[in-house]
């Protein structure tokens, strides 16, 4: 992953842009993570596959979608019943829930080649998000270390709260650019500092 090109460097100008003349409402960059992966349980599997993670991650993940933890270096969330989003800083995620998660309990996707991370911060966040997504993004409905599934028009997005102002956006490769140029309009009216 350290020598791919990121498909948001001919869209990815440093610097503050939008109305920032009394600052800057977010912040952008581009994660990234070392490894993002999906695992997903056989029907009644569940409790195991979430077992297997912990035994891997450290992170003790409730059942159900939405749920989710994030730690310095790992972070989880279910995006539907019996299914998990999991990333890490490192590489090599995918070998380890591979050896933890067997045959009987689930199925794990290595993700890291065709996903994207964006990150989101600041304190109009949760403003700008629900410019694009019919999600309530408020702390109390989205709490730290959920996340969920959803799509704006055609470009399907996973979302985790990493932070009590800040969000990361997980989306296809292709679609990366195009998300990006987006997220900074809809950004611009409360100006946003890309890094």
């Known amino acids: 992953m350290a020598d791919q090109l990121s498909p948001l460097e001919p869209a990815f100008r440093p610097g503050s842009h939008g109305n920032f003349a009394h600052g800057h409402g977010v912040t952008l960059s581009e994660l990234a993570p070392g490894s993002i992966v999906q695992v997903a349980a056989w029907p009644g599997e569940e409790k195991k596959l979430i077992a297997a993670i912990a035994a891997v991650t450290g992170l003790k993940l409730a059942d159900g979608a939405g749920a989710g933890v994030v730690s310095d270096r790992y972070a989880a969330f279910g ?10 800083t490192s590489e ?3 070998t380890s829930l591979t050896s933890a998660v067997t045959a009987d309990i689930g199925t794990v996707t ?17 403003w700008v998000l629900a410019k694009l997504f019919a999600v309530d993004f408020s702390l109390a409905a989205f709490p730290e270390g959920s996340g969920i599934s959803t799509a704006h028009h055609d470009i399907f997005a996973q979302i985790q709260r990493s932070g009590p102002d800040r969000f990361d956006i997980y989306v296809f490769r292709s ?21």
């Not at 995006?79 to 890490?88: N, S």
């Not at 290595?110 to 949760?126: F, N, Q, Y």
């Not at 990366?176 to 890094?195: I, N, P, Q, T």
């Open 79 to 88: 995006f539907a019943p019996g299914k998990f989003l999991v990333t890490d």
């Open 92 to 94: 090599g995620l995918a």
């Open 110 to 126: 290595d993700l890291s080649h065709g996903r994207t991370a964006i990150r989101i911060a600041g304190p109009k966040v949760e």
């Open 175 to 195: 679609f990366a650019r195009s998300f990006w140029k987006m997220l900074c309009h809809a950004s611009d009216e409360v100006g946003y500092e890309l890094r």
